[in-house]
């Protein structure tokens, strides 16, 4: 059954985030990794699950502590790990992005504060794990409007736990795959990673990908900006 929404969403796609926002939120989760894996056993460094966990306890663990970056509960609610929402179809409603990050205030003219967060997929690229399955299993998810159909943004963590570095890693995988009709349904549409300007370290890379689908009563969404962010081992 398909459930109707009784709202109407007064911009769609809703207005991006500031630069400073999204700044902050990739400065927060390049701290917190380094805090989370500085004493990880060797035994847990390539479980997803596990690693966005110990991920989200650190994040949490900076809101309550001042900070320079500026990631505190003055300005963000708490990350949720695997928190549902709906699709955009609204036929699936127990979507789980891996970490799902809100604003603490409400922002003007947002009618449906679920769908205004920043949504993250995680996904591990070693040896065995390739960034196919980043772009399978993670990016398209949000060019197929599973997640963030109402946003023009969102973001990708690869935990790195070999020598794979961005963008020259995805690129190729895009052009190795790119007769494959998923892979090629979410392709960047420049076919580029661009640099972002951010404060910490390592570089952030964003794409842009077209969204060909339509919701029934909003329409067309636009393309999605994702940002790139692959977080490196120093277990590995």
């Known amino acids: 059954?398909?459930?109707?929404?009784?709202?109407?969403?007064?911009?769609?796609?809703?207005?991006?985030?500031?630069?400073?926002?999204?700044?902050?939120?990739?400065?927060?989760?390049?701290?917190?990794?380094?805090?989370?894996?500085?004493?990880?056993?060797?035994?847990?460094?390539?479980?997803?699950?596990?690693?966005?966990?110990?991920?989200?306890?650190?994040?949490?663990?900076?809101?309550?502590?001042?900070?320079?970056?500026?990631?505190?509960?003055?300005?963000?609610?708490?990350?949720?790990?695997?928190?549902?929402?709906?699709?955009?179809?609204?036929?699936?409603?127990?979507?789980?992005?891996d970490l799902t990050i809100r604003l603490l205030d409400m922002r003007p003219g947002i009618s449906d504060v679920r769908q205004d967060a920043m949504f993250v997929e995680c996904k591990v690229l070693d040896v065995d794990k390739r960034p196919l399955a980043y772009i399978e299993n993670g990016i398209r998810r949000f060019v197929d409007g599973e997640y963030a159909w109402a946003m023009p943004h969102a973001l990708m963590l690869g935990y790195v736990l070999d020598k794979s570095v961005l963008p020259g890693a995805l690129v190729q995988c895009f052009n190795r795959n790119k007769q494959k009709p998923l892979v090629a349904r979410c392709a960047p549409s420049d076919g580029a990673l661009v640099t972002v300007a951010t404060t910490q370290r390592p570089i952030t890379f964003r794409s842009s990908h077209p969204r060909k689908w339509a919701h029934l009563e909003y329409g067309a969404p636009g393309p999605i900006q994702i940002y790139h962010v692959w977080l490196h081992s120093a277990n590995k």
């Open 1 to 97: 059954m398909t459930l109707t929404m009784s709202n109407s969403l007064t911009d769609f796609p809703f207005p991006e985030w500031s630069e400073s926002l999204i700044d902050c939120i990739d400065s927060a989760f390049k701290v917190a990794w380094n805090k989370a894996t500085a004493s990880i056993d060797e035994e847990h460094t390539e479980l997803e699950n596990h690693l966005t966990n110990l991920l989200e306890y650190e994040l949490h663990r900076m809101l309550d502590t001042e900070n320079a970056i500026g990631f505190n509960r003055g300005r963000f609610q708490s990350p949720v790990r695997g928190a549902e929402c709906c699709d955009y179809q609204n036929k699936s409603i127990s979507k789980k992005p």
